[in-house]
Nanobody, 121 residues
Framework: QVQLVESGGGLVQPGGSLRLSCAASGTFFNINPMGWYRQAPGKERELVATITSFASTKYADSVKDRFTISRDNAKNTVYLQMNSLKPEDTAVYYC???????????????WGQGTHVTVSS
């Protein structure tokens, strides 16, 4: 059974940093891409950043130059380094991955359970 397990959320002051991690467990053929989404209270879930297995990245305009997504293919893990955090970054952050369990399977979308990030003084 494939699972995405996140860690690294918490409370941080404005201007601070946090690093999120998400590891994919289970047996599968490949994962591509991996990424992070977030959902603030009363708002829709939105894309934060994605990364392919070849390290091609995409960022939301609101986090460019502050957040960095990276990936360890050997560990099936994706990271999100968040710097210069703002109160508007407060949200539940979800790991996302498109996973092909077997080479002949259609890729499916998986989500982590979510980790809370609160930016407040």
């Amino acid at each position: 059974q494939v699972q995405l397990v996140e860690s690294g959320g918490g409370l941080v002051q404005p201007g601070g940093s946090l690093r999120l991690s998400c590891a994919a467990s289970g047996t599968f053929f490949n994962i591509n891409p991996m990424g992070w989404y977030r959902q603030a209270p009363g708002k829709e879930r939105e894309l934060v950043a994605t990364i392919t297995s070849f390290a091609s990245t995409k960022y939301a305009d609101s986090v460019k130059d502050r957040f960095t997504i990276s990936r360890d293919n050997a560990k099936n893990t994706v990271y999100l380094q968040m710097n210069s955090l703002k109160p508007e970054d407060t949200a539940v952050y979800y790991c996302n991955a498109i996973i092909r369990v077997r080479s002949y399977n259609i890729p499916q979308e998986y989500w982590g359970q979510g980790t809370h990030v609160t930016v407040s003084s």
